[in-house]
């Protein structure tokens, strides 16, 4: 994706295999099938936020974020890709944007995936995911 003109190339999302199985979403939107070709995983990394004219309209917000969660029903979830490279003084024009879609993510996969530990991170925090065997 350039900064300029339109998207060439689409979102994309991985799936890492190590002990646990992790879905990182990257900037992946709903899909159907989602829960079949993403396939059973331990974690999912996903992204509650955004900004700027490159996302695109399917770009996971919280809610679409915490349908995500309810299709994949892993172990647990990050929410990710939001609070971080905010243009000076966009705090005053559009502060929900950047501050509110982990603590919305949380709320929303409480109601929607109830059976998922979810972990809202605060930067330079990690958490460990245990496998079940």
């Known amino acids: 994706r350039l900064p300029l003109g ?8 991985y799936v890492v295999e190590g002990e646990a199985r ?22 999912a990394l996903l992204p509650v936020g955004g900004w700027g004219p490159y996302l695109g309209p399917e770009h996971l917000d919280a ?13 647990t ?8 490279y905010w243009p000076i003084g966009m705090d005053a024009v559009r ?3 950047f501050h509110t879609p982990g603590d919305e993510f949380v709320r929303l996969s409480a109601l929607r995936a109830p059976g ?6 605060g930067h330079g925090e990690s958490v460990r995911v245990e496998v079940a065997r």
């Open 6 to 13: 339109p998207h060439r190339s689409p979102a994309l999302g």
């Open 77 to 84: 979830a990050v929410p990710v890709h939001y609070g971080t």
């Open 95 to 97: 502060p929900h944007e």
């Open 22 to 43: 992790t879905y990182f979403a990257g900037d992946t939107g709903l899909f159907d099938d989602m829960d079949k070709e993403v396939g059973p995983v331990d974690a």
């Open 116 to 121: 998922v530990a979810v972990h809202r991170l």
């Open 63 to 75: 809610g679409r974020a915490a349908e995500a969660l309810a299709r994949l029903a892993p172990r």
